[in-house]
């Protein structure tokens, strides 16, 4: 069974400070590995992927992967109150199944 | 581009009717299409996955009769819930990726389902 594993939060962080949310795997041989963001009631939308180890910027968003430990982290820096989402991890394994798993996701809230 | 639509967004129906839900990719040629269900403040769960001109490969624990899958053309994809009841109530979001982009799914803004 592939799990991916994400703490459901709530995380709660101050406007303009950088959120941290993390997720490991447990599929060794895991490709790839894509981020959403989820707001309530709403689809997830793409944030963005990573697939070589260390960290991936796009914007105000910033990936990290690490293969050998098994996790894939977002951090979003200068947090905004539109931040405050759900953020879903997906991972895909190997074998080409083109399947992903995803997390449970994490409950962000950015406060004012 | 990577534009996914649903329709309908929201739906009402009573209990034992059957209510069809649309998923379209509109400017790219959706080879897979994914059907997902989230229930309030769960995750997505994967219903089941179909190829174009193929039949839906359905997941572990998911009625293949009771929620029919079409996707007969590359922009196209359809989930029926048949007899539906109370328990089918759910947010039911279809998502499409492109051969060429194996990787990448995008999502449709899903439908709303009650069942009364």
């Known amino acids: 069974q592939k799990e991916v594993e994400q703490n459901s939060g709530p995380l709660s962080v101050p406007e303009g400070a950088i959120a941290s949310l993390n997720c490991t795997y447990s599929?060794?041989?895991?490709?790839?590995f894509f981020w959403y963001r989820q707001y309530s009631g709403k689809s997830p939308e793409l944030i963005m992927f990573?697939?070589?180890?260390g960290d991936k910027e796009d914007g105000r968003f910033t990936a990290q992967l690490n293969k050998a430990s098994q996790y894939v982290s977002l951090l979003i820096r200068d947090s905004q109150p539109s931040d405050s989402a759900t953020y879903l991890c997906?991972?895909?394994?190997?074998?080409?199944?083109?399947?992903?798993?995803f997390g449970r996701g994490t409950s962000l809230i950015v406060h004012p | 581009g990577a534009v996914v639509s649903q329709h309908p967004s929201r739906v009402i129906c009573k209990s034992g009717t059957s209510v069809k839900i649309e998923c379209r990719s509109l400017?790219?040629?959706?080879?897979?299409m994914f059907w997902y269900r989230q229930f309030p403040k769960q995750s997505l769960m994967l219903m089941a996955t179909?190829?174009?001109?193929?039949?839906?490969?359905?997941e572990q624990g998911v009625e293949k009769d009771k929620f029919l899958i079409n996707h007969a053309s590359l922009t196209l994809s359809t989930l029926t819930v048949t007899s539906a009841h109370p328990e089918d109530s759910s947010f039911y979001i279809c998502?499409?990726?492109?051969?060429?982009?194996?990787?990448?799914?995008?999502f449709g803004p899903g439908t709303r389902l009650t069942v009364t």
């Open positions: 998502s499409a990726r492109e051969r060429s982009r194996p990787y990448e799914q995008y």
């Open positions: 599929d060794r041989g895991s490709q790839s």
């Open positions: 990573i697939y070589s180890n």
């Open positions: 997906a991972v895909f394994a190997s074998g080409g199944s083109y399947i992903p798993t």
């Open positions: 400017d790219f040629q959706a080879t897979t």
């Open positions: 179909s190829n174009e001109g193929s039949k839906a490969t359905y």
